[in-house]
């Protein structure tokens, strides 16, 4: 944040946050597309897990018709497409389709220096934050690249006895854990919810409802497990990651 005010002093800086497990770029890219939607248009994004710090993945800028989303070409950036364009990428790479464009971060004088082969979201994701911000266009970056890596959206796996796998994906301060399975997935309000070997009857309406474990369809239209006035992640001693079954009632 430092850099970004350092080149322009009258950026407004919203942290979405700081909570993403260490490496887990399927969680940073959920909380990223269930957040970027209700920013202004022209908004930049900056988005920075990163494991592969100082090896030859790309740091990129991609702009779209509603705000230009910056950080490593690792999938991250999924988090700007619609599903249905994630789904359509060969072996984990997009070819850009317009007015999508994306621009390798390549210009010296947009970097902080020395760059560090480790410290990226200081030296070269911060800095092409700022000066996007001052209204320097993203094609003065770097040259354009024409595909990005690409992350496939989360959804639950169906199974062939009719149920749906699901994963952990991201558990909240609340301890409520948000699972892949999307609420169009589901076959009724009349299912069998398993995690950690604990099994949850229905779908609930709120957090409130009942005592104890809870399932139900939480604002990002996603399947989440809660515990009512507790936490789930608690509870259960739940993983990123854990399985979570979902099968007819």
């Given at each position: 944040k430092g850099v970004v005010l350092g080149i322009n002093p009258s950026a407004q800086i919203v942290d979405v946050s700081h909570a993403i497990q260490p490496g887990r770029i399927d969680q940073a890219c959920f909380v990223l597309a269930s957040a970027w939607p209700y920013f202004p248009g022209g908004a930049i994004h900056v988005a920075v897990v990163d494991p592969g710090v100082g090896t030859t993945r790309r740091p990129l800028a991609m702009a779209t018709p509603r705000g230009t989303f910056i950080g490593p070409d690792n999938g991250i950036l999924s988090a700007a497409l619609e599903s249905q364009l994630r789904q359509s990428a060969n072996n984990g790479r997009l070819a850009l389709p317009p007015p999508l464009k994306a621009h390798l971060l390549a210009e010296e004088r947009f970097r902080v220096h020395p760059v560090s082969r480790t410290f990226h979201g200081r030296d070269i994701f911060a800095p092409a934050a700022g000066y996007l911000s001052l209204g320097i266009p993203v094609s003065h970056l770097g040259p354009p690249v024409e595909e990005v890596a690409v992350l496939p959206p989360p959804e639950a796996e169906p199974r062939p006895d009719g149920s749906l796998l699901?994963?952990?994906?991201?558990?909240?301060?609340?301890?409520?854990?948000?699972?892949?399975?999307?609420?169009?997935?589901?076959?009724?309000q009349h299912i069998t919810v398993t995690v950690r070997g604990r099994n949850i009857q229905g779908l609930s309406q709120t957090y409130a409802a009942g005592e104890g474990l809870l399932a139900l369809i939480g604002s990002g239209q996603m399947l989440e497990i809660a515990s009512s006035g507790g936490s789930a992640q608690a509870e259960l001693s739940a993983e990123l990651g854990d399985e979570v079954l979902i099968r007819p009632s």
């Open positions: 699901a994963r952990v994906l991201h558990i909240d301060r609340f301890g409520s854990l948000i699972t892949t399975a999307r609420a169009e997935q589901l076959p009724s």
